[in-house]
């Protein structure tokens, strides 16, 4: 299983861009996606999560009301929509695939990691 993650880019503080994941291989709607994010300088941190179904989706509660994370598993895509974007939200996006059932903030339940897209919010 392969991760590709794109759709990132240079905007300006306040606008909004869309992220993509594709995977590879089978059954994708069976696993947990979460995307995470590290700032230069800083450790990678969680962004969201999503279960297999879409269904139950969270939060870190620094994107909480202006993330959104969703998927299409009939296209085997994992997607974060990004809008009111701030400086702070500079940095390398990951898609991952999780290890179990359960949706998680927790970067050790997730096993397959794609190479990551940047972000670069200007002020």
């Known amino acids: 299983v392969q991760l590709q993650a794109s759709g990132g880019g240079l905007v300006q503080a306040g606008g909004s861009l869309r992220l993509s994941c594709a995977a590879s291989?089978?059954?994708?709607?069976?696993?947990?996606m979460g995307w995470f994010r590290q700032a230069p300088g800083k450790e990678r941190e969680f962004v969201a999560t999503?279960?297999?179904?879409?269904?139950?989706?969270d939060y870190a509660d620094s994107v909480k009301g202006r993330f959104t994370i969703s998927r299409d598993n009939a296209k085997n895509t994992l997607y974060l929509q990004m809008n009111r974007l701030k400086p702070e939200d500079t940095g390398v996006y990951y898609c991952?695939?999780?290890?179990?059932?359960?949706?998680?903030?927790?970067?050790?339940?997730?096993?397959?990691w794609g190479q990551g897209t940047q972000v670069t919010v200007s002020s």
């Open positions: 999503i279960s297999g179904s879409g269904v139950t989706t």
């Open positions: 291989g089978r059954a994708f709607s069976s696993y947990v």
């Open positions: 991952a695939r999780g290890r179990y059932f359960s949706t998680s903030f927790r970067q050790r339940d997730y096993d397959i």
